[in-house]
């Protein structure tokens, strides 16, 4: 029996615990020992749950000797870190936030499902405070390190969740994305990443519904298969689910994957959306896989995906993300003494968002409409849309490119992320596939657009993708010698 379970797939962990070669129990502490030896290198655990996580392998241990194998979980006994924007009953919930650093008083609805399915919550990943940044530093634990690179961002702002996959800690982790935070971190981790259709996988109902930027929870994974059992999941309607939530029962996301990508109608975007700076290595890698996938038997076509120029879609986007975010913690903004401890990056999205008038915001409501049409016409025509998901690899902590391929950046906390926050206003399905790395050896992400409610033909194309160009030959070098 191995004792080295890092980049082992999920599915196969489970398969052989079910088949009792594998006890959740030696799988439970090897992962916890693999968290204590290389998260003081990555900041990727906020809360490491030593002892329920143990109570809770023991448990599923016991279960095996009561029930049918055939009948446990799809994730039965196998650890599972959750982003430290979900409650988990009874554990610390900091949200990435000094002032709101609490106990959960009960589980997120994406927790009871994980564990509904057999999976154990070994622990709360980093993220920056309240999700609001593309990288994964807070001022509660620090700033969140990538395997390929300590000294780089995992980006963000589900850089935990990934650091945590890449580094070969889990085999899965549970991410949210709400203008690209599961598919940025992902593509600079070097891991596959899938953002469902908005309302295709619920929170809670909160008793309020963001119409744009409804964050969604999506799997962070090692390999596709892994991810379309993870969005099985996770994905369903509820009757306690937020407004908005897909009422159909999802299909089964792991049929079909063999399908290949044969006759698909697919769109390479070499206009950047509009315009946005793109480093030369990055546009390579993903005109690289744009033919791979021609190679396959798609149909793939060169368009200028472009509803308006970039710099408008990104004033677009950060009037509705920073409205949302007044809207949800003017009273962290607006109490000197809780404003004083938030980060900069937040205050200044807070910040912007009480700055908005009304016609700003219904300007850009305006535009969404505009989005959502331009997009829905291009995917009559099209299966998916291809283009990058991060304009640059993994850079320096704390210090953003100001300058893309000679192009100075407005904002450079968004300059290097210019290609995912439009699909969450659009609220179309997306994945990041990883296709190479740039001058430094950091990862390089492909960014796979698919219409409404079609996360099956993303992922069928990630799965051709992946049998094609398998990117699990290579690993960060510590995560060879934790």
């Not at 009559?380 to 902590?397: H, K, N, Q, Y």
């Not at 799965?463 to 030959?473: K, V």
Request: aromatic content about 8%; overall charge negative; some cysteine.
């Amino acid at each position: 029996m191995p004792d080295n379970f890092a980049f082992v797939p999920a599915t196969e962990l489970a398969a052989r615990i079910r088949r009792k070669e594998l006890s959740p129990v030696e799988l439970m502490e090897w992962t916890l020992s693999r968290i204590d030896a290389l998260n003081p290198q990555l900041g990727a655990y906020i809360t490491v749950m030593h002892e329920q996580a143990m109570d809770d392998a023991k448990d599923a241990e016991q279960a095996l000797s009561h029930h049918d194998p055939a009948q446990l979980g799809p994730l039965h006994g196998i650890p599972v870190p959750i982003k430290d924007l979900e409650g988990v009953k009874g554990v610390r919930l900091t949200h990435g936030s000094l002032p709101d650093d609490e106990i959960a008083d009960e589980d997120a609805l994406c927790v009871e499902r994980i564990r509904n399915a057999g999976g154990i919550i070994v622990g709360k990943t980093n993220t920056p405070e309240y999700g609001h940044a593309g990288t994964t530093e807070n001022r509660v634990f620090g700033s969140c390190g990538n395997p390929w690179d300590p000294a780089r961002t995992p980006g963000g702002s589900s850089g935990g969740a990934a650091a945590s996959v890449a580094a070969g800690i889990t085999a899965i982790a549970q991410g949210s994305d709400g203008g690209g935070s599961v598919r940025i971190p992902a593509a600079l981790s070097g891991i596959y990443g899938l953002k469902a259709t908005q309302g295709r996988i619920p929170r809670r109902h909160s008793g309020s519904y963001n119409l744009v930027n409804n964050s969604s929870v999506g799997p962070m994974t090692w390999t596709v298969e892994d991810a379309a059992v993870f969005t099985n999941v996770l994905a369903g309607p509820s009757d306690d689910a937020e407004y908005g939530t897909i009422s159909d029962s999802p299909p089964d996301f792991t049929a079909g994957l063999n399908e290949g990508v044969a006759g698909l109608r697919i769109g390479l975007d070499t206009s950047s959306l509009g315009g946005a700076a793109c480093e030369p290595a990055v546009s390579q890698a993903v005109a690289d896989a744009a033919k791979v996938f021609e190679e396959l038997g798609a149909n793939v076509e060169e368009v200028e995906f472009a509803p308006e120029p970039h710099d408008q879609i990104e004033d677009r986007f950060m009037d509705f993300f920073c409205a949302s975010g007044y809207y949800r913690f003017a009273r962290l903004l607006d109490n000197p003494e809780t404003a004083g401890q938030l980060t900069d990056y937040f205050k200044s999205n807070l910040e912007r968002g009480k700055s908005l008038s009304a016609a700003d915001y219904m300007e850009s409501l305006d535009a969404v409409g505009q989005y959502r049409t331009y997009t829905n016409r291009f995917f009559a025509d099209f299966d998916l849309l291809l283009m990058p998901v991060a304009a640059t690899g993994a850079f320096e902590i704390d210090n953003p490119p100001a300058e893309i391929n000679g192009v100075s950046i407005r904002d450079p906390r968004w300059g290097f992320i210019p290609y995912t926050y439009i699909f969450n206003m659009t609220g179309n399905p997306g994945a990041s596939v990883p296709c190479g790395f740039d001058n430094d050896g950091m990862p390089i992400g492909l960014q796979i657009i698919g219409d409404m409610r079609d996360e099956s033909t993303i992922l069928r194309a990630s799965a051709a993708y992946e049998q094609a160009r398998p990117w699990q030959g290579k690993v960060p070098e510590m995560a060879t010698n934790p």
